[in-house]
């Protein structure tokens, strides 16, 4: 059952503002199509988003097939088209995909901007403001903690971030997330950390983003 839980959590923290936000029709440009991105010197490229950041030293590197099934979120929900506009980008991984107990990660995904209305750079930050801890609280027996959104600055951009801690029996982790508008898209980096020391380690490696 905590495997469920932790693969849920995951999934849901991409879309989980779904339940707050009006769709607004708009015009955007955006890429056709987004690559996964290739790993190069120790490093994941993406240059269809225009980023590189540094893996994390021995951490597995999620496949495309791993990404295309251990994060199918078509089972969890009825709106067929979330499908259309979430797309995972990496998954670095502390153990293989298989273990999830106690996997600190780092997990990189895009989302289509239009499906909540917003056009540029400017309007991102409006993306973290939404309460994302509901889906946490309303898990029985656990103790949810939510930063305030700030901004923080990845490379030479400028990103929203708010942190989630989710505290229960069994299970501690820490979602440490991040967000910003690139080319239409929501660029979206999620640290799942299940130790303080996790939480260091992984966010020294935001040391390392570059954005062209």
Known sequence: MKKFIIFILIIAITFSILAGCDNKPVNIIKPDDVSRGEISEGYYINKDMGFKIQVPIDYHVATDEELDTKFNITQYVEDEEVESFITYLAFFSKKSTEETEDNSHIMISIEDASKYGYTDKDTYIEYMAYDKSNIYKNIEGA??????????????????????????????????????????????????????????????????????
């Open 143 to 212: 103790q949810v903690t939510l930063s305030n959104q700030t901004n923080v600055w990845l490379g030479n951009r400028k990103f929203a971030h708010r942190t989630v801690t989710l505290d229960m029996e069994g299970l501690y982790v820490i979602f440490d997330m991040y967000a910003v508008i690139k080319n239409g898209y929501f660029l979206s980096i999620m640290i799942g950390a299940y130790s303080d020391e996790d939480l260091e380690y992984l966010r020294g490696y935001l040391d390392t983003f570059v954005f062209e």
